[in-house]
């Protein structure tokens, strides 16, 4: 079973995430990424559950599920 973090500062990071929860905000204008990518900045709050769906493209090769 996948370890679920609780702690504050804990941070997850994928190339697709699904995120549920009862509200969230995100600013109006895009942040600065790459000299492509247009980011956004936001809060999702009130018991917020979140899942990599697609890992980062970098780590893909090197990540075996087990079933």
């Known amino acids: 079973m996948p370890e679920t973090l609780f702690a504050k500062g804990d941070g997850i990071k994928g190339d ?7 509200e969230h905000h995100f600013s109006g204008r895009p942040i600065k990424g790459t000299s492509r990518d247009k980011l956004q900045r936001g809060s999702l709050e009130g018991t917020v559950y979140c899942i990599v769906d697609k890992p980062l493209k970098s780590l893909r090769k090197s990540v075996q599920h087990i079933d």
């Open 16 to 22: 697709k995430i699904t995120v549920q929860c009862r």
